[in-house]
């Protein structure tokens, strides 16, 4: 039987969806420990020679180093778990208690974690509205105060949480790139671009930089990307890819509150030319592999064709409104339990 651990004199209390290993990092960084000492302990505790990526065991034994009572380190699916179009009940969006998705872990506000870095998987995206705090990957920034970082900021953890959109689900990427190719187009004076200057940053390279510098304008981007009375017509692929991108390009930029620009139509063009291939392929998916000539229902297909295409729109596609087409024999859809294992990927098209 193995004897108690000492606990460790400083305690912590875990932040809302902390990670286990963030947790762990943050707890070595406040007694002044190597992480790597504090994993020593921990596997010789479970009995183990390599660290597991998943194991109850070790957060068992956090828990008990950190003098925790026992559940403290384990997600609450309740509070903040995802939605995700898994064909459990439907491949509509909807939080399902059977496949348990959270979201990737991101970097937590330092305030809340008293200075020190860790990571959490907590509903939300970049900002902190307790402290006004927008962290994400290595960027921080106060923008405490700031209306409309905090309005994106709850639009994200409400309507697009609930349609299955985190920082990493492509979507938000994908908005991001949009507003990047409308910024290399538009004149000298913007809102983005004087956020650039006070965040000083200087230019929008990078996925995270779009983000801080437009973090209202990526919002809302999202959000027309998402919505199925916007996408489902652009997504028909029986009209020209020159006109659907017409229609899209208006609508991001309604979104941006900006005019329209070249850059921007002509990354649009580029966007849904990738996305009416990807239908194409969806109208040649087959049900099974053995099947010849009976074709998968358009709502399992969109999803699929989503996932292998690396095209994220057509998950926002309502399947009783697009045209029902059979199309040349692209594969066979996989089983669900096969498809609900798969992770978002990001677009071709998109800021990584």
């Given at each position: 039987m193995n004897t108690p651990l000492r606990t460790l004199p400083i305690s912590l209390d875990p932040l809302d969806g902390e990670t286990p290993d963030g947790f762990l990092a943050r707890l070595a960084q406040a007694h002044l420990l190597d992480e790597d000492d504090l994993r020593r302990v921990i596997l010789q505790r479970i009995g183990r020679s390599w660290w597991p990526a998943v194991d109850s065991h070790i957060v068992e034994?956090?828990?008990?180093l950190a003098d925790l009572p026992i559940g403290s380190l384990l997600p609450d699916f309740e509070r903040d778990g995802m939605w995700v179009r898994c064909g459990h009940h439907s491949w509509s969006p909807e939080k399902c208690a059977?496949?348990?998705?959270?979201?990737?872990?991101?970097?937590?506000?330092?305030?809340?974690?008293?200075?020190?870095?860790?990571?959490?998987?907590?509903?939300?995206?970049?900002?902190?509205?307790?402290?006004?705090?927008?962290?994400?990957?290595?960027?921080?920034?106060?923008?405490?105060?700031?209306?409309?970082?905090?309005?994106?900021?709850?639009?994200?953890?409400?309507?697009?949480?609930?349609?299955?959109?985190?920082?990493?689900?492509?979507?938000?990427?994908?908005?991001?790139?949009?507003?990047?190719?409308?910024?290399?187009?538009a004149g000298a004076s913007n809102p983005i671009s004087d956020r650039l200057s006070m965040f000083g940053v200087d230019a929008l390279d990078t996925y995270e930089r779009v983000l801080l510098c437009a973090y209202p304008e990526v919002v809302r981007i999202a959000c027309t990307l998402v919505s199925t009375a916007v996408i489902t017509p652009v997504l028909d692929v029986r009209m020209s890819a020159l006109d659907r991108a017409g229609v899209l390009s208006r609508a991001v930029a309604d979104a941006i509150g900006e005019p329209e620009n070249d850059e921007l139509r002509t990354f649009t063009i580029r966007v849904v030319g990738h996305a009416h291939r990807a239908m194409l392929y969806m109208y040649g998916l087959r049900s099974t592999r053995q099947a010849k000539y009976q074709l998968s229902p358009l709502n399992r297909a969109l999803i699929v064709a989503a996932a292998r295409q690396r095209a994220c729109l057509l998950r926002h596609a309502n399947p009783r409104r697009i045209p029902d087409i059979a199309g040349k024999v692209t594969g066979a859809a996989p089983k669900p339990r096969v498809i609900r294992k798969w992770q978002n990927e990001i677009d071709e098209l998109a800021l990584p």
């Open positions: 034994v956090l828990e008990e059977k496949c348990l998705r959270f979201a990737q872990p991101r970097t937590a506000c330092r305030t809340c974690a008293g200075g020190r870095r860790t990571t959490t998987i907590a509903r939300g995206a970049a900002l902190c509205l307790i402290h006004g705090e927008w962290t994400f990957r290595e960027l921080h920034a106060d923008v405490a105060g700031i209306s409309a970082y905090e309005h994106a900021e709850l639009t994200l953890r409400a309507r697009l949480w609930k349609r299955g959109v985190a920082l990493h689900t492509g979507e938000v990427n994908l908005a991001a790139a949009f507003v990047r190719a409308w910024y290399a187009g």
